[in-house]
């Protein structure tokens, strides 16, 4: 093309659009109209409202240059130098993914929710961190769209950081509410305070995020991509461990901590990982789980909010502490005060039933963070773990047979297992593993609401044993239902009608 005298816009157009035809770039129109705008300054509407606008040798040869990239195969974007995203229009290289819509929807679905959350509690701040930054294009999109944002972007690339820094510049003023971190995840944030909370004091960030924002690594190790992205795009940025989601557990897991009550958690994942991410989050006791679809409807982002009025996370991380060194903890509940140890710790459950006086040869219910957990202690049948996932976290005790033989204490082939509604208990099993789900009380005696006041009575001096002070809610105990044989059987009355108590059809998925 170079070499033609007179050449105008539409030439160029048609020039690039008919050699990427023939070298099978996929969408010739989209990368010949996009290079050639970027070649003659035009906007990609006048490459075909302005057709006999005259080209320079100089713009010529940009489009040559350009068009020799992407005939090699390089992704359009990275070509160019910049793409679009949301409102922005952001500088694109090979140090960061390359920015996508169903990113967009990750972001805007942050925007709408902190912007209603400004409105409703009449604030003039909200902190969030938005994590694995790359570009930058879901940190500025936040700063840019909700005034009263403060950013926090992570990413452990400096090469991502320098881009979305670059970025960054461009933002105009909202971008002194933003600021780059480097690190792996939460680790980037351990150093980043809290401004301006009155008379110039300086808080830690952990447990001050209103929300949490991050389009991490979920491809598995070894699936094979399109070669414009396993080629050109970071691989870092891309795949996750064996199943992928070894990014999306971390982040699930960590930001419980690093979230305030109420605070939100959106998270991209891929296409089929729905289900399994929002099993995890569940797990971890987060409230209002959700998967939102993309516009094609494929599973696309996880939406989740720590519940308000629970504990501390340092009150969670003592009793993590305490149970981890085959101590008790007592708690408040969902029902009543519950005294609890890792069921996985027989010395420490022992150790519960000579607290209680209780005999050992009576089985105690186990908490379980949720049907993950559940499945490592007992065998569920297809249909039994329909019903759980019904019920589930919730009033419902399910007695299954035990895997690996009688319990060492009780001596019985089967296990009552559940997952307590409370969102901070089952953040706290998610932690340790399940634990023992039985009363504070001395055996036959009645369960004070108190916790302090059932440690008393169980000779359990706070900081020797660990005690989660606060009063249990005194709701229904939970339905016991026995789901060894082919029909659920109700053993003990409770907070779920019998009348929902049933195996439901499960498809036969044999072929038979």
């Known amino acids: ?59 010529v040869a940009h489009a040559d240059a350009m068009a020799a990239r992407r005939l090699a195969g390089e992704p359009l974007q990275y070509v160019l130098g910049s793409w679009g995203f949301r409102r922005l229009d952001l500088a694109v290289d090979q140090r960061a993914l390359i920015p996508r819509p169903e ?32 570009c930058g294009a879901i940190a500025l999109s936040i700063a840019h769209e909700v005034p009263q944002a403060r950013v926090y972007a992570t990413d452990r690339s400096a090469d991502a950081l320098a881009l979305a820094g670059a970025n960054l510049a461009g933002l105009g003023s909202a971008a002194s509410r933003v600021s780059l971190h480097q690190g792996d995840w939460f680790d980037a944030l351990e ?107 494929l599973d696309r982002v996880l939406v989740a909010v720590r519940p308000q009025g629970e504990p501390h996370a340092r009150v969670i991380d003592r009793a993590v502490d305490h149970l981890r060194d085959s101590e008790f903890v007592v708690a408040p509940t969902d029902t009543l005060c519950g005294i609890m140890a890792r069921y996985a710790d027989t010395d420490a459950v022992a150790r519960v039933c000579e607290a209680k006086e209780r005999p050992r040869s009576e089985p105690m219910p186990i908490l379980v963070s949720g049907l993950a957990q559940a499945e490592e202690l ?84 706070p900081g020797i044993e660990g005690v989660i002070d606060g009063t249990a809610l005194g709701g229904i105990a939970s339905t016991v239902v026995d789901v060894t044989g082919s029909e659920p059987v109700v053993l003990r009355a409770g907070a779920v009608p019998a009348e929902l108590i049933e195996f439901p059809e499960i498809p036969d998925k044999s072929g038979t």
């Open 1 to 59: 093309m170079a070499g033609k005298d007179g050449l105008t816009l539409g030439d160029l157009y048609r020039g690039l659009r008919e050699q990427f035809g023939a070298g099978g770039v996929p969408e010739p129109e989209v990368s010949a109209r996009r290079i050639a705008a970027e070649a003659s300054g035009a906007s990609a509407a006048e490459v075909a409202l302005a057709p006999h606008t005259p080209m320079t040798a100089r713009m």
């Open 378 to 461: 007992v065998v569920l049948s297809p249909a039994a773990r329909a019903l759980a996932e019904r019920h589930w976290p919730g009033g419902l005790t399910l007695v299954a047979r035990r895997r690996g033989g009688p319990d060492p204490l009780h001596g019985r082939q089967t296990l009552g297992v559940r997952a307590p509604a409370l969102g901070w208990l089952r953040w706290l099993i998610d932690e340790v593993g399940p634990v023992t789900g039985t009363s504070a009380n001395r055996h036959g005696a009645e369960t004070p609401a108190q916790a302090t006041s059932a440690a008393k009575d169980l000779a359990i001096r």
């Open 103 to 134: 990113t967009e929807l990750v972001a805007g679905t942050a925007i709408d929710w902190l912007n209603r959350t400004v409105r409703r509690r009449s604030i003039t701040e909200v902190r969030v961190a938005d994590l694995g930054t790359g």
């Open 191 to 297: 150093g980043a305070p809290v401004p301006g909370l009155g008379g110039g004091e300086v808080a830690p960030l952990r447990e001050r995020l209103d929300a949490i924002v991050a389009n991490p690594p979920y491809v598995a190790d070894g699936e094979v991509l399109p070669a414009e992205i396993d080629r050109w795009e970071p691989s870092v940025a891309l795949y996750a461990g064996p199943e992928g989601l070894s990014a999306a557990r971390t982040i699930v897991r960590d930001a419980r901590a690093w979230l305030a009550p109420g605070g939100l958690l959106v998270l991209e994942i891929g296409s089929d990982q729905g289900p399994v991410v929002e099993a995890m989050a569940s797990a971890r006791g987060y409230e209002g789980v959700r998967i939102e679809p993309d516009l094609a409807g």
